[in-house]
């Protein structure tokens, strides 16, 4: 089955810097890869996904790039703000599934 | 439109008892996936339902069952619990468009202590 790793574990950032989450998979069948936002007691929360059919998507301060020969894929958040704080999954599924399976997760922390 | 709902919200349970939790999706909505969220293991993928149908299961023992009912509800069950079994218990919903499945919905959660 799908194994997904996502790195770093935590990650801390002074407001107004960037941050990079990135994740591997191992399916090369799967073609879909969202990312979901966890803030401390709440659900999580789709910031963004993409598709296999591209490359990079992005949506204000958010983007996600995709390799799909490498078979990773990557969050990048530019000037993050205190409300980024939070815990980040990603996720892979295939084609005509509507399973996920998930990375264990980013804490980020972003301080002002 | 009303979101995915959970009940009940939190349970304490002790070992060996079961325990019935369940999912109402978003409206239209077939298909429900439970998860089970723990610190050390983050969301680790229980089973998928799709009217009426047990599609996906994950890599859980046989005491984890579930099932959905005609009008895309879903209940999971644990059987003889242990205290491994407390965790957050997290369902989502989705639907299909144009033959992709779209962005899956997450309720609050079940907290379930097992003590």
């Known amino acids: 089955g799908e194994n997904v790793e996502q790195h770093p574990s935590t990650l801390s950032v002074q407001e107004g810097d960037s941050a990079v989450i990135k994740c591997t998979y191992s399916d090369s069948a799967s073609n879909y890869f969202p990312w979901y936002k966890q803030e401390l007691g709440k659900r999580p929360q789709l910031i963004i996904d993409?598709?296999?059919?591209?490359g990079e998507k992005k949506d204000q301060r958010i983007a996600v790039t995709l390799n799909k020969t490498a078979k990773h894929f990557s969050l990048h958040i530019t000037e993050t703000q205190p409300e980024d704080s939070a815990v980040y999954f990603c996720a892979a599924s295939a084609e005509g599934y509507s399973t996920l399976t998930f990375g264990k997760g980013t804490m980020l922390l972003v301080s002002p | 439109k009303a979101g995915v709902t959970q009940t009940p919200r939190y349970l304490i349970k002790t070992r060996g008892q079961q325990v019935t939790l369940s999912c109402s999706p978003i409206?239209?909505?077939?298909?429900v996936s439970w998860y089970q969220q723990t610190p050390g293991q983050g969301l680790q993928f229980l089973f998928e339902?799709?009217?009426?149908?047990?599609?996906n299961k994950g890599n859980f023992p046989g005491r984890f069952s579930g099932r959905q009912f005609s009008n895309s509800r879903s209940e999971m069950n644990v059987s003889t619990l242990e205290l491994g079994d407390s965790a957050l218990y997290l369902c989502?919903?989705?639907?299909?468009?144009?033959?992709?499945?779209?962005?899956?919905?997450f309720g609050p959660g079940t907290r379930l202590t097992v003590l």
């Open positions: 993409i598709r296999s059919n591209v």
């Open positions: 409206s239209g909505h077939r298909s």
């Open positions: 989502a919903s989705s639907k299909e468009a144009g033959g992709l499945w779209g962005e899956q919905f």
């Open positions: 339902y799709f009217s009426e149908t047990q599609r």
